[in-house]
């Protein structure tokens, strides 16, 4: 018997680390594995903290469904660039990334790729 397996690539356009950033949502129902990676400059010293974050309850189909977000992983950003985030077998069927500001780094960007692969 063969199995299929299904992987998934996007990523999220350099944005500016001057303020806050939420990607879009990504539909990781048919996925085991999910990583991000996040990359940016530091020209600016931007600081804050990055996070994945995960819904239950965000529904595709309702044109107003905003969900209920929980972080996954949440990370000062006091680390260093580049941070990759590993989730292994999650429940959550939905997944996003946020960036919240909370100083310096207007001009910075940061782009994020997120991929996942299922069997």
């Known amino acids: 018997?063969?199995?299929t397996r299904r992987q998934l690539?996007?990523?999220?356009a350099?944005?500016?680390?001057?303020?806050?950033?939420i990607s879009p949502i990504t539909d990781v129902r048919n996925y085991d594995d999910i990583g991000y990676l996040a990359v940016w400059t530091s020209a600016h010293s931007p600081t804050g903290t990055i996070a994945v974050q995960g819904s239950m309850d965000?529904?595709?189909?309702?044109?107003?469904?905003v969900g209920t977000w929980v972080?996954?992983?949440?990370?000062?950003?006091t680390t260093g660039s580049p941070q990759i985030f590993d989730i292994i077998?999650?429940?959550?069927?939905?997944v996003r990334f946020q960036f919240s500001h909370s100083g310096g780094g207007s001009g910075d960007?940061?782009?994020?790729t997120v991929t996942g692969k299922g069997v």
């Open 71 to 77: 972080d996954i992983i949440n990370i000062n950003l």
């Open 9 to 12: 690539q996007k990523t999220f």
């Open 1 to 3: 018997m063969s199995s």
């Open 109 to 112: 960007n940061l782009t994020v």
């Open 14 to 21: 350099a944005q500016d680390m001057g303020a806050d950033w």
């Open 58 to 65: 965000y529904d595709p189909q309702v044109s107003t469904s």
């Open 89 to 94: 077998g999650t429940s959550f069927p939905f």
